[in-house]
Nanobody, 115 residues
Framework: VQLVESGGGLVQAGGSLRLSCAAS????????IDWYRQAPGKQREWVAG???????HYAASVQGRFTISRDNAQNTLYLQMNSLKPEDTAVYYC??????????WGRGTQVTVSS
């Protein structure tokens, strides 16, 4: 499985970005891919994913500002980020686990929010 993130960049506080995660390979489920982020000097943290029912589920810090979506036909996951804050500055990663054993990460895309 390969996960390739894109869409990061530099944006002013209050702005928006849309991240993409293109998935390829076999045996994975687009519904089982989620978003993490890692800020400088901090641990990697979970940001958003899908519930079993297919609804978006979010960390409290991004609830109401970020929206996760997917295009099953294109095997692509998205993260729409609105009302960005400087504390959202981080490298954003796609992540999935297959059969509870194999863990896959993308290489990440940098998001920088200036104040």
């Amino acid at each position: 499985v390969q996960l390739v993130e894109s869409g990061g960049g530099l944006v002013q506080a209050g702005g928006s970005l849309r991240l993409s995660c293109a998935a390829s390979g076999s045996g994975f489920s687009i519904n089982a891919i989620d978003w993490y982020r890692q800020a400088p000097g901090k641990q990697r943290e979970w940001v958003a994913g899908f519930t079993v029912g297919g609804n978006g589920h979010y960390a409290a810090s991004v609830q109401g500002r970020f929206t996760i979506s997917r295009d099953n036909a294109q095997n692509t996951l998205y993260l729409q980020m609105n009302s960005l804050k400087p504390e959202d500055t981080a490298v954003y990663y796609c992540h999935t686990v297959m059969r509870g054993i194999w863990v896959y990460w993308g290489r990440g895309t940098q998001v920088t929010v200036s104040s």
